[in-house]
């Protein structure tokens, strides 16, 4: 893939997601990888109806240089640790969505209780504890807390997806919302009856080896 290629890429994400209600102004963040070296993400502090393809940043996710004027988004580290820890993920999107966030501030992890969320997530929805946004240390908790599972809670902070292509990473930010939501309605009437784990489980390699198929189709 081509840098203007992958920016046209984010950018489009980015205004979808603002469109879809995921995210507000310039908060949330989007990145793709390009290859074993280079990612491209968000600006800093740009809102997503202003940007442009030429102020997606391109940026080394080993050294964190970047090319070009514009500063990448602040949580730029999280999505590299990101991409280093995971080789087989090729797109990251950081949302402050509010039924995910409003989970993720009761600090309350999301056991499987539907069956896309097992598929298309993982076995759970963990929240990771509350560090600093932008540090090493809440990049650090992202991973361990994302470790087999696209989707993870960031405490008093928002959720972040993630997906082997920007396509997938989209469908796990609708999800998580989907499922946040059911989770909190679920609670008002007593709780919600949760998928065996080791179905969870099940499901969701089901999910990543049929993709995985149909993708190379």
């Not at 992958?6 to 290859?35: F, I, P, Q, Y």
């Not at 109806?49 to 070009?68: A, F, N």
């Not at 990101?82 to 992890?109: D, L, N, S, W």
């Not at 405490?155 to 999800?175: K, L, P, S, T, Y």
């Amino acid at each position: 893939m081509k840098p203007g290629e992958a920016k046209d890429m984010v950018l489009e994400a980015g205004k979808r997601l603002l469109k879809e209600g995921l995210v507000t102004r310039s908060w949330g963040n989007v990145s793709l990888r390009l290859d074993k070296r280079w990612m491209v993400v968000t600006p800093s502090g740009k809102r997503y109806e202003e940007l442009l393809p030429e102020q997606m940043v391109l940026v080394d996710y080993h050294t964190m240089e970047y090319e070009g004027v514009f500063k990448p988004t602040s949580e730029a580290s999280m999505h590299a640790a990101i991409f280093r820890a995971r080789p087989e993920i090729g797109a990251v999107i950081h949302t402050h969505q509010v039924y995910a966030t409003t989970v993720a501030v009761a600090g309350k992890e999301v056991p499987a209780i539907v069956d896309d969320q097992a598929q298309i997530l993982g076995p759970s929805i963990k929240v990771t504890r509350y560090q600093r946004s932008n540090s090493d240390e809440l990049a650090g908790e992202v991973v361990a807390n994302l470790a087999g599972r696209n989707a993870v809670l960031i405490a008093n902070h928002g959720a972040v997806c993630v997906g082997r292509n920007m396509d997938e990473a989209f469908v796990a930010a609708q999800i998580l919302e989907k499922t946040c939501q059911v989770f909190m309605g679920a609670a008002m009437l007593g709780g919600a009856q949760l998928i065996n784990a080791e179905e969870a489980s099940r499901l969701h390699q089901e999910y990543l080896t049929d993709y995985s198929r149909r993708a190379e189709e």
